[in-house]
């Protein structure tokens, strides 16, 4: 079953603030975040592995509680930029990748 | 600089045509992997392999076969094209223990099937 995350879509001024939820039903090993601009490929943003190692952009924060099996993205000081679509990957083992459905981020001048 | 290149960026094809989609990578990385892109249900794996010659099924296999004769090479295969696999296919690759390490994604195939 696919992570769910919120919101689904969110619309920002620049230098304004976001946090992007995922949540999953299983217990997870990591959490992978990555960003899709449109007609492009994702780009990698950050890992968050169970035991609390984080391995990442440096201007990118995140925060993964195993216990909730929940993480969030937090994006500060937004710019035009980081427009895109965000997804987390979450795995439970050492290889299988699942995917959210993605948080449409749009940041206006 | 790091490559990951899938064979045609646009694809159009039949009803009932064998399709294969290529992807290439160039950092010796053992996982690769093959996902589907739609609207609103994000990106739904379709096979992975973790070693030459090996693959397991991810979470919409139907209708799709995978071959991994050469470590840089993942090729995906519709053995019968149909209207409801019109979507974006992405390949990725990771190294080492796949949830540990980023992945790597191509540019992407846009199929349509008509």
């Known amino acids: 079953q696919q992570p769910v995350q919120s919101p689904q879509a969110v619309i920002l001024r620049e230098g304004e603030d976001a946090v992007i939820n995922c949540s999953s039903s299983?217990?997870?090993?990591?959490v992978h975040w990555y960003r899709q601009k449109h007609g492009e490929a994702p780009v990698f943003l950050m890992i968050l592995l169970k035991g609390g190692e984080q391995k990442g952009h440096d201007k990118i924060s995140a925060s993964f509680n195993e216990k909730k099996q929940q993480s969030s993205l937090y994006l500060t000081a937004s710019q035009l930029s980081y427009s895109g679509t965000y997804f987390c990957?979450?795995?439970?083992?050492?290889?299988?990748?699942?995917f959210g459905t993605g948080t449409r981020l749009k940041v206006l001048a | 600089d790091v490559k990951v290149t899938q064979s045609s960026r646009y694809l159009v094809k039949r009803t009932g045509e064998k399709v294969f989609l290529e992807c290439v990578q160039d950092m010796d990385h053992e996982n690769m992997f093959w996902y589907r892109q739609d609207p609103g249900l994000g990106l739904r794996l379709i096979y992975f392999?973790?070693?030459?010659?090996?693959?397991e099924k991810g979470d919409i296999p139907e209708g799709y076969s995978v071959s991994r004769e050469k470590k840089e090479r993942f090729s995906l295969i519709l053995e019968s094209a149909s209207t409801n696999q019109t979507s974006m296919y992405l390949c990725a690759s990771t190294a080492g223990l796949a949830g540990y390490n980023e992945q790597f994604f191509g540019p992407g195939t846009r199929l349509t099937v008509l």
């Open positions: 392999s973790y070693d030459v010659k090996m693959k």
């Open positions: 990957g979450t795995t439970t083992g050492t290889y299988k990748y699942i």
């Open positions: 299983k217990a997870l090993y990591s």
